[in-house]
Nanobody, 117 residues
Framework: QVQLVESGGGLVQAGGSLRLSCAAS??????????LAWYRQAPGKQRELVAS???????GYADSVKGRFTIYRDNAKKMVYLQMNSLEPEEAAVYYC?????????WGRGTQVTVSS
């Protein structure tokens, strides 16, 4: 099991930037063995994968965020980050951190991102 706590959300103008952070704790499996990801869910929409980073460091992004978002991890600090640039109003959502190992996922409670036009 692992507990995840997201932070860094807030209100930003369209075109602005935010960096989200996710702190892991209580993990019984070393964090460096876990795949980590960021998802988001807007009101009335399904949760969608935004970015992922494998335990080896390879990354993947939703097409809509490629070139604007960057996911990275610091295993020593048990942190995963999402740098978001050029934010668009339609990207307002609750952003969730996810940690996965052996097909089992753990989620944080999310952090709200609001983008004003």
């Amino acid at each position: 099991q692992v507990q995840l706590v997201e932070s860094g959300g807030g209100l930003v103008q369209a075109g602005g930037s935010l960096r989200l952070s996710c702190a892991a704790s209580g993990n019984t499996i070393p964090i460096n063995l876990m795949g980590l990801a960021w998802y988001r869910q807007a009101p009335g929409k399904q949760r969608e994968l935004v970015a992922s980073i494998a335990r080896g460091g390879s990354t993947g992004y939703a097409d809509s965020v490629k070139g604007r978002f960057t996911i990275y991890r610091d295993n020593a600090k048990k942190m995963v980050y999402l740098q978001m640039n050029s934010l668009e109003p339609e990207e307002a959502a609750v952003y969730y951190c996810d940690a996965a190992f052996g097909g089992v996922h753990a989620w944080g409670r999310g952090t709200q991102v609001t983008v004003s036009s």
